[in-house]
């Protein structure tokens, strides 16, 4: 979880590495923990 710019806000940080070379091939940042926005990630990343 990321701290936002006021109090008590956060941010959800997604990321995708590379197990091979460790790379982030993909990332994105949310307001909210989901299931389908990772795999929108996935799928975007693949």
């Known amino acids: 979880m990321l701290r936002g710019p006021w109090k008590w806000t956060w941010y959800q940080l997604y990321v995708v590495i590379d197990v091979y070379s460790r790379y ?5 940042v949310a307001t909210r923990q989901s299931a389908a926005l990772a ?3 996935l799928d975007a990343c693949t």
Request: charged letters at 25%.
């Open 24 to 28: 982030a091939v993909g990332w994105t």
């Open 39 to 41: 795999r929108d990630l």
